[in-house]
């Protein structure tokens, strides 16, 4: 594991890292409890933490509380607080606030190797439920609850000069597919697409059916249009075997850029509508949002509802 290990004693990290780097562990020292919330903010690695109740300038106390805030959504920590001297209201308030276990100060060989072997089953354990709770089981790509929530942190810390794009995906006429060459192909396509969207490094997920997103941190709307292009061109050369020979499918790819002071369902919202027009305009092509001319001539296209409505017809025709 990596652990981050904070007490004042100098004397205590040294005779603690030597206990832990004997059963292999990463250990990261410190003093300052800042210090070490701000490593274990910005380093995932780290998975356990063992601190001391006496810490300045914010209490034992106070830094579970503030290192359990960061092991939120998809991220797994063990805290382990150590003290000399536990009364069973310190004990109470310490789990309280966000400790998973207590041990003495200084601690037992055998005892830090126990609860460590403890720690290691439960992040695995809760690392097993992130897994299932944020991935979709047939591309490994997020879900829609992943996505959403990655993409929310995302978006809150865009400025003008980290610009977000997203594209929206989704595979033509896949109800056909399904029907003449059976949901195993369909199920093929799906996997087949997401392995072509994943190679961008980006954080891509599959939102549902055959509908992909993809978001673009630090990129403009037209390079996400390029990046679109290249993606629907190499779905376009795909070649899916099944029992009647290969086939080939395509998709129709809309595209959209996070404006000052939006959240992640606008921008989707307008990559959606966007999709919708390529979808109108022939299929197999890259859109960005339409102009207001084109949302006067389709307002059906631009309804929440009625856009919905449009979607359950068209998975009959797409």
């Not at 995906?169 to 896949?174: A, N, T």
Request: glycine letters at 6%; aromatic letters at 6%; proline letters at 4%.
């Amino acid at each position: 594991m990596h652990i981050a290990l904070v007490d004042p004693s100098g004397t205590v990290r040294s005779a603690v890292t030597s206990l832990l780097q004997e059963r292999g562990h990463v250990v990261l020292g410190f003093r300052d409890p800042t210090e070490a919330l701000g490593r274990i903010k910005a380093d995932f690695k780290i998975s356990a933490v063992i601190t001391s109740t006496i810490l300045t300038p914010i209490s034992g106390v106070e830094f579970c509380w503030e290192v359990r805030l960061l092991a939120q959504g998809q991220r797994a920590i063990y805290i382990l607080l150590m003290s000399s001297n536990f009364s069973e209201r310190a004990i109470a308030e310490a789990l309280d606030v966000g400790a998973d276990d207590l041990i003495a100060k200084p601690p037992g060989k055998e005892e830090l190797y126990a609860r460590l072997r403890s720690a290691e089953r439960i992040v695995m354990f809760q690392r097993e439920l992130t897994t299932l709770a944020f991935t979709d089981p047939m591309t490994g790509l997020l879900n829609r609850r992943g996505f959403f929530e990655c993409a929310n942190e995302i978006c809150l810390r865009s400025t003008a000069l980290n610009r977000i794009s997203a594209i929206v995906l989704d595979i033509d006429h896949f109800k056909e597919i399904n029907d003449l060459y059976g949901h195993y192909i369909g199920d093929e396509s799906i996997r087949a697409i997401a392995g072509e969207a994943q190679r961008d490094q980006a954080i891509v997920a599959r939102l549902g059916g055959d509908e992909f997103c993809i978001l673009l941190e630090g990129v403009s709307l037209s390079t996400a249009w390029d990046a679109a292009e290249d993606l629907r061109h190499r779905i376009s050369e795909l070649q899916i075997n099944s029992s009647g020979g290969k086939i080939r499918v395509t998709c129709s790819l809309g595209v959209g850029e996070l404006h000052p002071g939006e959240t992640i369902d606008d921008l989707i919202r307008r990559a959606d509508v966007a999709l919708y027009r390529a979808k109108r305009e022939g299929r197999d092509c890259v859109s960005t949002p339409p102009p207001s001319d084109w949302v006067k001539a389709n307002p059906a296209q631009t309804s929440p509802i009625a856009r919905s409505q449009t979607r359950r017809r068209n998975t009959r025709a797409s």
